[in-house]
């Protein structure tokens, strides 16, 4: 740059290397009386097209006529306006600009306005080369001049006569040179005649000593009649050391894009924040968030009147340039007493900053309160300092101290916008990130709930399980697991994975691991109870999809599902798309059955088919999810064989086998959530097992009753015998009247006593409510009231069994 105007042309920088403002002249009634050709370049129209007509031209809000009258009071009472808003191009589109207006004053008190504005898609382009218009230069104070083509002084704001000190009525009518004579304003006049000839602005020159106060830089354009000829010039100049300091203040801004809200970490998002501001900005910063942001609850409303119910907060960021902060009460993650007469009050309750330039050190103050506040202000110099609030969608998430210790220069109000503009960027991390960790803890708090909380396998296996949902940048997900008791002491082991993350799988997850607990209730086969999952997955895609849309609609899901039965030692199982089963023998051999993969639940081909198999007593299943096979950078073979691996110790704890499963995954952040399952077989002793054939006779049911009678003495269970006897009567007695075939009681003691009577029949009872005058149909109604649980299953064979449960004596 150069010192001076001599030869200031040619050494103007590239008008293309940063935007031209537009400028134009308003008169009171905002009627357009200056037009420049930058202001043609943005909008398009020529001075022709726009001189003498209303604004209204290209600016859209103009057009009401009551909102213009209110926005011209506004400017009026505060002198001008900045902001962003849109304007209307020649060609009918519009776009936003960064605009400003000045109030301008002439002779007799006479009142014009001066619009400059840039657009704001060359301001972002412009950001690359380091300009960057924003509140912070906006509202740096602007002299401005308008100069008729004599170069007289006819327009001039409040601004130009506090930088020149020449008020306004001896500037009017004059050129520079008359008031301020010398060789500068010589120069500075040759620049305005060139442009005023040229037509050509110039922007961004500087220069020294035309103006008291030191350098300045300044831009100048040529206004049009509408006719184009050249009305006059105008001049506007801002101090070199005020742009500078907001060039700094804007350097700080586009540091904390970068630096602060890298993460949905709220704590370490306040330690951004600290980290940014010292010691740019200050001595020493202080982040104190309300203690429910961390934990992902709903921030926080203003206080109410004198700081009642003042919550708790955490120190989130602390920084300082002293190692180790030692000015701090508190360190990071404490929680901070708000003293309830404080500025740190004051702004929680009003919800706007406070600036205290030059701390007060009179007796009388709040300090003589907290005297551990007093010792640290002495000890460390504090002598200045901001609070500043941090809200967002208008609750409060916390507030940000900034003090100074050793900078002798006390914070202004342009040191309180900056920090403010700091804050801002954080609170909107801050409140992202809160967001997302309370949709996170939602959706893990609704998986784990929705999940199994205590697992028991009761006679017929010893169960263990572990859950590790995917790394914190997808949350939760769609897996479950489930141990279903059955009837006749068996048990149902399954599994499954619903595609996706996040609260919708997790949902989702909860819808189906119902519908299995009522399909399991129905006592389904394997093969069977998938198909209806399949049906019910289709419905849900449907009317989600018509209802809330494809984001919430069930995308996918598998399943594995399994039956065993103790007395027999079978174990019946079918799978939809799910991996395979792990099974560990005895003696520590591994197998995967070959079992049909079946298709993924919603496909609506029901191809599922079931597969049984006798397996040893302390036999281990590996139910699991692909979460723990598949990982990146390895394919699912590999995975296949690190399951093998761990598994193959079949006499270690379950919980222990779980546990070293998944220590050999190769991450512990994994992609995918990861679901284990394990279950070690039992067998049901035949002492507590046993059965009778009975013939079809009405005759054998005193017989029938007689010999569960004799079984329920030898187990020490004579105070079931009653309720048995009535239980056994019914159901033999309702297998021979509307069954089929042979017909076999069998009494299992487990920790319930079941009583199942099986015929060939495939007719299932229905349980009536007779009336007072019917003389029969009571009988599963007596059933139900005497037994604990009572229902109906088909067998493979095509019959049926009907069978109730009872609990046992305590202790038995």
């Known amino acids: 740059?150069?010192?001076?105007?001599?030869?200031?042309?040619?050494?103007?920088?590239?008008?293309?290397?940063?935007?031209?403002?537009?400028?134009?002249?308003?008169?009171?009634?905002?009627?357009?009386?200056?037009?420049?050709?930058?202001?043609?370049?943005?909008?398009?129209?020529?001075?022709?097209?726009?001189?003498?007509?209303?604004?209204?031209?290209?600016?859209?809000?103009?057009?009401?006529?009551?909102?213009?009258?209110?926005?011209?009071?506004?400017?009026?009472?505060?002198?001008?306006?900045?902001?962003?808003?849109?304007?209307?191009?020649?060609?009918?589109?519009?776009?936003?600009?960064?605009?400003?207006?000045?109030?301008?004053?002439?002779?007799?008190?006479?009142?014009?306005?001066?619009?400059?504005?840039?657009?704001?898609?060359?301001?972002?382009?412009?950001?690359?080369?380091?300009?960057?218009?924003?509140?912070?230069?906006?509202?740096?104070?602007?002299?401005?001049?308008?100069?008729?083509?004599?170069?007289?002084?006819?327009?001039?704001?409040?601004?130009?006569?506090?930088?020149?000190?020449?008020?306004?009525?001896?500037?009017?009518?004059?050129?520079?040179?008359e008031v301020m004579p010398g060789v500068e304003a010589e120069a500075f006049e040759a620049v305005m005649r060139r442009v005023l000839e040229s037509g050509t602005s110039v922007s961004d020159l500087e220069y020294l000593s035309v103006l008291p106060g030191g350098r300045f830089v300044g831009s100048f354009f040529r206004f049009d009649d509408a006719d184009g000829n050249a009305l006059g010039v105008c001049a506007m100049w801002v101090n070199v050391a005020v742009r500078d300091r907001a060039r700094e203040r804007l350097a700080i801004l586009s540091e904390a894009a970068t630096r602060i809200g890298t993460t949905l970490d709220v704590m370490r998002t306040g330690q951004e924040l600290a980290d940014l501001a010292v010691p740019l900005l200050a001595d020493f910063v202080t982040v104190d968030l309300a203690e429910s942001v961390p934990l992902g609850e709903e921030p926080l409303a203003r206080l109410g009147p004198m700081g009642e119910h003042i919550p708790v907060f955490r120190r989130a960021g602390l920084a300082s340039i002293r190692e180790g902060a030692p000015e701090s009460l508190w360190a990071r993650g404490e929680a901070v007493f708000v003293p309830p007469t404080s500025p740190y009050t004051r702004v929680l309750s009003d919800g706007k900053s406070y600036l205290e330039p030059v701390l007060d050190t009179s007796s009388g103050t709040w300090f003589d309160q907290h005297p551990a506040w007093m010792e640290k202000r002495r000890e460390y110099g504090f002598h200045s300092w901001m609070y500043v609030p941090i809200h967002a969608r208008g609750t409060v998430l916390g507030v940000a101290l900034f003090a100074r210790t050793e900078n002798p220069v006390p914070f202004e109000e342009d040191d309180l916008l900056l920090a403010e503009e700091l804050v801002s960027?954080?609170?909107?991390?801050?409140?992202?990130?809160?967001?997302?960790?309370?949709?996170?803890?939602?959706?893990?708090?609704?998986?784990?709930?929705?999940?199994?909380?205590?697992?028991?396998?009761?006679?017929?296996?010893?169960?263990?399980?572990?859950?590790?949902?995917?790394?914190?940048?997808?949350?939760?997900?769609?897996?479950?697991?489930?141990?279903?008791?059955?009837?006749?002491?068996?048990?149902?082991?399954?599994?499954?994975?619903?595609?996706?993350?996040?609260?919708?799988?997790?949902?989702?997850?909860?819808?189906?691991?119902?519908?299995?607990?009522?399909?399991?209730?129905?006592?389904?086969?394997?093969?069977?109870?998938?198909?209806?999952?399949?049906?019910?997955?289709?419905?849900?895609?449907?009317?989600?999809?018509?209802?809330?849309?494809?984001?919430?609609?069930?995308?996918?899901?598998?399943?594995?599902?399994?039956?065993?039965?103790?007395?027999?030692?079978?174990?019946?199982?079918?799978?939809?798309?799910?991996?395979?089963?792990?099974?560990?023998?005895?003696?520590?051999?591994?197998?995967?059955?070959?079992?049909?993969?079946?298709?993924?639940?919603?496909?609506?081909?029901?191809?599922?088919?079931?597969?049984?198999?006798?397996?040893?007593?302390?036999?281990?299943?590996?139910?699991?999810?692909?979460?723990?096979?598949?990982?990146?950078?390895?394919?699912?073979?590999?995975?296949?064989?690190?399951?093998?691996?761990?598994?193959?110790?079949?006499?270690?704890?379950?919980?222990?086998?779980?546990?070293a499963v998944i220590d050999a995954l190769p991450t512990q952040a994994p992609h995918d959530d990861v679901t284990l399952l394990l279950a070690r077989t039992r067998t049901l002793s035949p002492n507590h097992v046993v059965s009778w054939d009975l013939p079809t006779d009405p005759a054998v049911v005193s017989t029938a009753r007689s010999l569960a009678t004799r079984q329920l003495t030898q187990w020490g269970l004579e105070r079931l015998v009653t309720p048995t006897e009535l239980i056994v009567s019914e159901l033999v007695t309702n297998a021979i009247r509307h069954g089929t075939g042979p017909i076999r009681l069998r009494l299992i003691r487990h920790q319930l006593l079941t009583c199942e009577v099986s015929d060939a029949s495939n007719i299932l009872p229905r349980l009536c409510h007779a009336r007072t005058t019917d003389e029969s149909g009571r009988g599963l109604f007596l059933v139900n009231r005497f037994s604990h649980r009572q229902g109906t299953r088909c067998t493979a064979g095509g019959g049926k069994i009907v069978w109730a449960e009872q609990e046992l004596t305590p202790g038995i």
């Open 1 to 177: 740059m150069p010192n001076t105007l001599q030869g200031t042309l040619s050494d103007l920088p590239n008008p293309h290397e940063r935007p031209d403002a537009a400028i134009a002249m308003l008169d009171a009634d905002g009627t357009v009386v200056g037009w420049t050709s930058t202001a043609q370049r943005l909008v398009g129209y020529s001075a022709n097209e726009v001189v003498g007509r209303s604004v209204s031209v290209v600016l859209p809000f103009a057009q009401n006529a009551s909102r213009v009258e209110a926005f011209a009071e506004g400017c009026r009472a505060r002198g001008g306006w900045s902001g962003t808003t849109a304007v209307r191009h020649r060609d009918g589109h519009t776009h936003n600009v960064s605009l400003r207006i000045s109030q301008l004053w002439g002779q007799g008190g006479a009142v014009h306005w001066l619009v400059w504005a840039t657009d704001m898609v060359a301001v972002s382009s412009s950001a690359v080369n380091g300009w960057r218009p924003s509140s912070l230069l906006t509202r740096a104070p602007i002299g401005i001049v308008v100069s008729d083509s004599d170069l007289r002084c006819t327009w001039v704001n409040d601004v130009a006569e506090l930088q020149t000190g020449i008020p306004p009525e001896v500037r009017l009518g004059q050129r520079l040179s």
């Open 425 to 659: 960027r954080a609170a909107l991390s801050l409140d992202n990130a809160n967001r997302y960790t309370r949709e996170r803890a939602a959706a893990l708090a609704l998986q784990c709930n929705l999940l199994p909380q205590r697992l028991t396998g009761g006679p017929a296996v010893e169960v263990a399980s572990r859950y590790l949902p995917a790394d914190i940048h997808h949350g939760a997900g769609g897996d479950w697991f489930d141990v279903i008791p059955l009837s006749g002491a068996r048990v149902a082991l399954v599994v499954g994975d619903v595609v996706g993350h996040g609260i919708n799988a997790a949902a989702t997850m909860g819808r189906l691991r119902t519908a299995v607990h009522a399909f399991a209730d129905l006592d389904l086969p394997p093969d069977e109870l998938l198909a209806q999952l399949d049906d019910l997955v289709i419905r849900l895609t449907e009317q989600d999809g018509d209802t809330q849309g494809p984001a919430s609609a069930v995308l996918g899901a598998t399943c594995l599902y399994a039956i065993y039965d103790p007395v027999t030692r079978q174990c019946t199982m079918a799978r939809a798309g799910h991996p395979p089963p792990a099974i560990i023998d005895p003696h520590g051999h591994i197998t995967f059955p070959d079992l049909p993969a079946g298709t993924p639940l919603g496909l609506g081909l029901s191809s599922f088919e079931s597969v049984e198999l006798d397996l040893p007593e302390a036999s281990v299943l590996a139910f699991y999810t692909d979460g723990l096979i598949e990982t990146r950078g390895q394919d699912i073979d590999a995975g296949m064989d690190r399951l093998r691996t761990v598994l193959a110790q079949p006499r270690l704890p379950l919980e222990t086998q779980c546990s």
